[in-house]
C-alpha cells in the first residue's frame, strides 16, 4: 500500500469510526494514575543476615541487592545494577559479603561496606548458591540450571575456582555446618542432602520433597527447607531425617535466612516477597510483597487486563484493579513469561529466556500447546485460523506458527531489526516496534514493510487506540507516544515514566519487555520496570 493511499484509508476509517460512536481522539492526556500499586525487587531470591543484623535481599533480573528492614519491611537498594545482581548473598566469618550473579556467571565479593567490590570467579554460567565456613573463611558455590556444579573458590582471588562435584542434580540454597558439611537440596533429585567438600561425597540426609529450593541450619539439630512447587518450609531432623512441614506459605518459594533469634525469613519470586516466620509460635509476617513481580506484555479485553509477569501469570480487574493469580512459576507449566497474547480462546504466553511459546486454553487456563526452540521470542498474537504470530528477537523475523508442539513455523516477514512487541491493525495489516527506533507496519499477505515513524527511543509495547493512532512506550525516553499511522507524527502522551531499566550482563540489550494496553474508551495502560506497577493515562476531551 503506498503512503498517499493509506492516508486515504486511514482517514476515511477514522471518520466512519467517529459516526459509529467509537471515541474521538482526544484533545490531551491527563496525568497517569496507578492502577496496580508498586513493589520492590524484580523477583526477589537469595536472602541473608549480616553482621550488623541487616536483611539482604537479591534480585537476579533486576541486577540488585537490596536493604529489607526487619521491623517495618521498606525496603531499599544497598548495592544496584550491575554489580549488584544477585541470585545468593553469603556473609563471611569477619563480616565480608558474597553474592553470585546468576546471568553474568561471576562471582562478586567485598570486605565490607567501604571496600571495593571484587570479582572472585567469572565464567561460570548460573552460579548460584554460596556459602562460608565460618571456622575457616572458606567460601563455596555452586552452579544450577545453566549448569551442575560445586566449586570452592579462593577469597583472594589469586587461584582458580577448584572443582569440588559434577552432575549433583542441582545444589541450589546451602549453608556450610559446622562440621565443614555443606547442607542443602538436590533441586532435580527431590532431595536434602549434605556434601564432604574434601572429596564430593554426598550423603542423603530426606527424599520427600517436590522441589527444594534452599536449606539451612539453626544450630539446634534442624534443617529448615522451603519447597518451590508445594510453598512449604519444612523442618528436617539431621539425626533422623524426619521431616515436617511447619508452615505451608504460597509457591514459588526460593530463599531462606535464619536471624540470631530464630526467625526464619523466606522469600517468594512470584510475589516479590519477604516473610517471617516465628517457629516457637507459627506465626508468619509478611515485611514486604507485590501483586506484579516484574510485569512485561499486557493485553485487554473487555475490563479484563492479562499481564506476562515474568515469574507469574496474572490477570487485572480494570474496575477495581484487583489481580488475580493464574499461573506462577515452579508450581505451574509456564517458563519465564514476558510478553502475551490474546484471542477467544486462547492466550499465547512468550519467553526470550527459555526460548518458548506456550498456547494456553482460556476457560481452563491447560495448556494445549508448549513450543521449545524458538530463537528469543518476545511477543505473539493467536489468528483466528488458530495460528500464532511470534515475534523473533534474534531472527528479525515475523513467523506463523502452528500444528503439534507448534513445530510448523513458516517466515511471515524478516528483515527487521530486533522487533520488540506487535499489534494487529484496524486496516488488517501487523505493526511491530523495532528496538532501531521504527514503527513498521507488515502487510500479511506479501511479507512487505513499511516504516510508520523513526526516531524512536527504545520503542517497546504497543497498541492501537479505538481512533486508529497507535500508542507506543518508548522505554529509552521514559514516554508514552502517540502516533498518527497515516502522517507518522508523534504526540506525548507521557513523560517521566520509571520505565527503562537497563539491560543487565547475561540478556539481550534490550532488556526486558515493557508492555502497553488500550480500551475500549482509549485510556492507555503501561507496565513499569522499575517499580512493578501499571499505570492508567485517561484521555482528555
Not at 518508548?474 to 504526540?491: F, H, S
Request: glycine share 10%; net charge neutral.
Amino acid at each position: 500500500m503506498n503512503k498517499p493511499l493509506s492516508s486515504v484509508l486511514f482517514a476515511l476509517a477514522f471518520a466512519l469510526a467517529g459516526c459509529a460512536g467509537t471515541p474521538t481522539r482526544p484533545t490531551g492526556w491527563a496525568q497517569p494514575e496507578t492502577l496496580v500499586a508498586p513493589s520492590s525487587f524484580a523477583g526477589v531470591h537469595g536472602l541473608a543476615i549480616d553482621a550488623k543484623g541487616r536483611l539482604l535481599a537479591g534480585s537476579v533480573a533486576g541486577s540488585s541487592m537490596w536493604l529489607v528492614d526487619r521491623q517495618t519491611g521498606a525496603a531499599r537498594v544497598f548495592i544496584p545494577p550491575q554489580e549488584g545482581q544477585a541470585d545468593d548473598i553469603a556473609i563471611g566469618p569477619k563480616g565480608e559479603l558474597a553474592w553470585t550473579s546468576f546471568l553474568q556467571g561471576v562471582l562478586h565479593y567485598r570486605e565490607n561496606d567501604d571496600a571495593p567490590i571484587r570479582v572472585l570467579a567469572k565464567d561460570l554460567p548460573g552460579i548460584n548458591s554460596l556459602d562460608f565456613d565460618r571456622r575457616n573463611g572458606k567460601l563455596y558455590a555452586s552452579q544450577v540450571f545453566l549448569g551442575d556444579a560445586l566449586w570452592e573458590i579462593d577469597v583472594t582471588g589469586a587461584k582458580p575456582p577448584r572443582p569440588i562435584a559434577k552432575g549433583m542434580g542441582g545444589f541450589n540454597g546451602f549453608e556450610v555446618g559446622p562440621d565443614g558439611m555443606l547442607y542443602g537440596p538436590l533441586w532435580f533429585k527431590h532431595q536434602v542432602v549434605k556434601i564432604d567438600p574434601a572429596n564430593g561425597a554426598i550423603t542423603v540426609i530426606n527424599s520427600e520433597f517436590r522441589t527444594p529450593a534452599a536449606a539451612n541450619l539453626d544450630g539446634k539439630g534442624n534443617l529448615w527447607v522451603v519447597d518451590a512447587v508445594t510453598g512449604e518450609l519444612s523442618r528436617v531432623e539431621l539425626a533422623t531425617g524426619k521431616k515436617t512441614v511447619a508452615k505451608t506459605l504460597k509457591p514459588a518459594l526460593d530463599n531462606l535466612a535464619i536471624a540470631p533469634d530464630g526467625t526464619i525469613y523466606i522469600s517468594n519470586m512470584a510475589d516479590n516477597s519477604v516473610e517471617a516466620f516465628d517457629p516457637a509460635t507459627g506465626a508468619v509476617r509478611v515485611l514486604t510483597s507485590g501483586q506484579l513481580p516484574f510485569p512485561g506484555g499486557l493485553r485487554i479485553e473487555g475490563d479484563r487486563m492479562w499481564v506476562a509477569a515474568l515469574f507469574a501469570f496474572r490477570e487485572v480487574d480494570l474496575k477495581t484493579g484487583n489481580v488475580s493469580d493464574l499461573k506462577r512459576m515452579w508450581s505451574s507449566d509456564i517458563e519465564y513469561p514476558m510478553g502475551v497474547g490474546v484471542s477467544p480462546q486462547h492466550l499465547v504466553l512468550t519467553s526470550w529466556f527459555t526460548g518458548t511459546v506456550q498456547q494456553v486454553e482460556r476457560g481452563t487456563l491447560k495448556t494445549v500447546a508448549m513450543g521449545h526452540g524458538f530463537k528469543a521470542p518476545v511477543d505473539a498474537i493467536p489468528m483466528p485460523d488458530g495460528s500464532i504470530l511470534v515475534a523473533e528477537m534474534a531472527t528479525g523475523s515475523i513467523l506463523r506458527v502452528s500444528g503439534p508442539e507448534l513445530k510448523q513455523r513458516e517466515p511471515v516477514a524478516q528483515g527487521l531489526k530486533t522487533p520488540l512487541q506487535m499489534t494487529m491493525g484496524k486496516d488488517g495489516a501487523l505493526y511491530v516496534t523495532e528496538a532501531a527506533g521504527t514503527l513498521t507496519r507488515v502487510n500479511l499477505a506479501d511479507g512487505t514493510k513499511t516504516v510508520v515513524a523513526s526516531g524512536l527511543a527504545m520503542p517497546k509495547g504497543i497498541a492501537q487506540t479505538p481512533w486508529g493512532t497507535f500508542i507506543v512506550l518508548e522505554a529509552a525516553a521514559k514516554r508514552l507516544t502517540e502516533i498518527d499511522p497515516a502522517t507518522g507524527a508523534k504526540r506525548s502522551v507521557a513523560e517521566n515514566l520509571p520505565v527503562g531499566m537497563p539491560s543487565a550482563p547475561g540478556m539481550p540489550p534490550i532488556g526486558m519487555i515493557t508492555g502497553v494496553a488500550v480500551d475500549a474508551q482509549g485510556n492507555v495502560y503501561a507496565s513499569a520496570d522499575l517499580n512493578n506497577a501499571v499505570y492508567k493515562v485517561r484521555p482528555q476531551r
